[in-house]
């Protein structure tokens, strides 16, 4: 069975409180429990994290590289800079999928850069938290194929 594993960088841990007419009104528990049933149905296994430190991120990255099929990153506000994390995503060989719920494109300039992307199978932006769901059915398909 595939192992996927999704990790959400900063402030999202306050998923629900956090500018909920943005972000909505689900929280990061809500969304984990529906991922894990949702990777149920998908015949994979997920396993959430989140951090808001930036190294933290990275070891995950590493380690998920040496035991996982794939990931799930949404990185928060480290998308637009963290040149860190765009270079752990690159020294791992697994396919790394960023997902950003909100429409990052409609929103503040400095949200349209994103230094991980380039690095990244593809992103998945704007569908809130069923952008998650479609990550990991993209990765489970891929690795079927
Ligand atoms: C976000 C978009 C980022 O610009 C922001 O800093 C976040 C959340 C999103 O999921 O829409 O923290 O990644």
Not at 101 to 123: I, W
Request: glycine fraction near 8%; hydrophobic fraction near 40%; include cysteine.
């Amino acid at each position: 069975m595939k192992k996927i594993v999704v990790l959400n960088g900063p402030n999202l841990n306050r998923l629900g409180l956090r500018e909920p007419h943005i972000y909505g009104h689900e929280t990061l528990k809500d969304v984990e429990t529906k991922l894990e049933h949702f990777a149920e149905t998908q015949g994979c296994i997920v396993q959430c994290k989140q951090s808001n430190h930036e190294g933290q991120i990275i070891d995950w990255l590493h380690e998920a590289g040496e035991q996982a099929d794939g990931v799930v990153l949404n990185p928060g506000a480290f998308t637009h800079y963290s040149y860190a994390i765009r270079d752990a995503i690159a020294s791992i060989s697994i396919p790394v999928i960023e997902v950003h719920l909100s429409n990052v494109h409609a929103r503040e300039s400095f949200r349209h850069t994103s230094v991980t992307a380039p690095v990244t199978k593809g992103q998945i932006i704007g569908f809130g938290t069923l952008g998650y769901q479609l990550a990991i059915a993209a990765l489970v398909e891929g690795e079927t194929k």
